[in-house]
């Protein structure tokens, strides 16, 4: 299929969702609406109001916090995660005495640290940032680790055969499949970056998306917290395209998925 | 005094070689027994064997890769301790950086030796060139067809010049056509700059139209060599035709004749061991 084509497709899903929504909660059927608008709100009202936000302006604000708080957590996590992803699977030993200790804090729900870092760090940005840390730390940080350490055993012999020297081998083997690896982890992790940010912002901050859905919800504003959502789900999107742009050019020497010739 | 010179003449010589895996269970395999081979400087020899018998882990040995449990290597006269430098080696796997273009791969080589870049660049180009990939030095080895990819190894491993190169069944999984011409490729390289090959490969007709000698290995656990046929067939050789020529033939009934109930124990082998895992 063509990329119109889908495209089109993808469209017509969204539109038959609001069609569905639109109807019921705007016509009665049999005297009730399906959807009682004061629970579901209706896609005119979240429609004029995310109209609303970005005539008033309002909204910049909040994005820029979020999206800020997003691009620090991700490149502090990505940053620390592979350097200590390397780190552990070169030294089998410090991989070994950390093992229960990594899978512990990653077994953690991370929600339940937010009120700590608020507490730590206060309510500014640094809590959230912190929040989308301990995400997409450990997802950068296994993909390395397994990345190190499932380079090919053939790739390295030969490595080894053309003369490089233990520095070169880092430089030429490990490294690059590690980073390839995270590469191929970039969505999640800068999923996880957003999705650290928006959840720190919506249990106490004064800024941002999360705080925008969290203080409609405080108020019982329905339609505020839908418009909410849809902004934080386009903006979501426009980083997935982003990310998507990003890798393509990062990994230009992977097979594509699906490519029987691998 | 014979032997002693005779050795020092030796690109590659394994004495009574033995090498011993340990296996999951605890045991231990003795993949190859006391194996006896050499290849004189400049000189061709094609090891044939079952699959499973142990080609690959005596090239591992040659390579130094691999440490024997018992016997000695000596790489011209030199007892072998650690990586063996003057060794080029052609894996039997796909053993090319992936993320790295056909040139970057070939050009690695020089550039770890500390050639500059620009110039070990253009060196690369020349051996891409060489081996007819002059005009895809930007792929990656993805977008290579497999015998695309075995030419940048082959360039990649002799834009190094290694004085020993050792091929582990290269054109296996290679069509006949293409398995033509890249031997074809090789003797071609070879003819102009004689290394000592140790050269692996299951296909005896393959062995025959390109080697100097051709050495059969046993079926495994404790292969050995068992038989050494001198090729005397005239150079230079067409891969192609040389198949049709009477001495060909005469030579391979002989060696098939041996080499026959090798494959058959090898393959019975694999499966009994195959029912048993
Ligand atoms: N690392 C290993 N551990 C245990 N057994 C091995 C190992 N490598 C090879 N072997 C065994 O040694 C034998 C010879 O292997 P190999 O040299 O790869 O055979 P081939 O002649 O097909 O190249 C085989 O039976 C194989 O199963
Ligand atoms: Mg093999």
Known sequence: MNRAGLLALQLLIAVVLIGIWHVATTVPIGGVKLLPPFFFSTPYDVGARIVKWLVEGTIWRHLYITLLESVLAFVIGSVAGVMIGFWFARQQLVAAIFDPYIKMMNALPRVVLAPIFALWLGLGIWSKVALGFTLVFFVVFFNVYQGVKEVSPTVLANARMLGMSERQLLRHVYWPSALSWMFSSLHTSVGFAVVGAVVGEYLGSAAGLGYLIQQAEGVFDVAGVFAGMIVLAVFVILIDVLVSMVEKRLLVWRPAPGDARA | ?277
């Open chain 2, 1 to 277: 005094m014979q032997a002693a010179s005779q050795q020092l003449g030796n690109a590659v010589s394994l004495d009574a070689v033995t090498v011993a895996f340990s296996v999951a269970d605890g045991g231990v395999y003795t993949a190859v027994e006391r194996a006896d081979l050499s290849v004189a400087a400049g000189e061709f020899v094609a090891i044939v064997g079952p699959t499973g018998c142990g080609k690959s882990t005596l090239l591992n040995v040659a390579a130094g890769l691999l440490r024997p449990a018992e016997g000695s290597v000596r790489i011209f006269g030199e007892p072998l301790r650690r990586l063996n430098p003057q060794a080029g080696y052609l894996f039997q796997a796909d053993a090319l950086f992936p993320w790295k273009t056909a040139l970057e791969n070939v050009a690695i080589g020089p550039e770890t030796a500390g050639v500059a870049s620009a110039e070990a660049r253009k060196n690369a180009l020349a051996w891409l060139t060489r081996v007819g990939l002059g005009n895809f030095a930007g792929r990656y080895p993805h977008m290579l067809s497999g015998g695309q990819r075995k030419r940048v190894g082959l360039a990649q491993v002799l834009i190094r010049d290694p004085k020993i190169l050792l091929m582990d069944e290269p054109f296996g999984p290679l069509d006949a056509q293409t398995r033509q011409i890249m031997g074809n490729l090789l003797l071609e390289l070879w003819t102009a700059d004689r290394k000592a090959v140790l050269f692996v490969t299951h296909d005896l007709e393959e062995a025959i139209a390109l080697a100097d000698r051709v050495v059969i290995m046993s079926a495994g656990p404790n292969a050995k060599i068992i038989g050494d046929w001198r090729v005397p067939l005239a150079r230079p050789r067409d891969i192609s035709e040389i198949r049709l020529e009477k001495e060909f033939h005469d030579l391979h009934r002989e060696i098939w004749s041996v080499l026959k109930d090798e494959v058959l124990k090898g393959y019975a082998q694999s499966t009994l061991a195959g029912a048993a895992s």
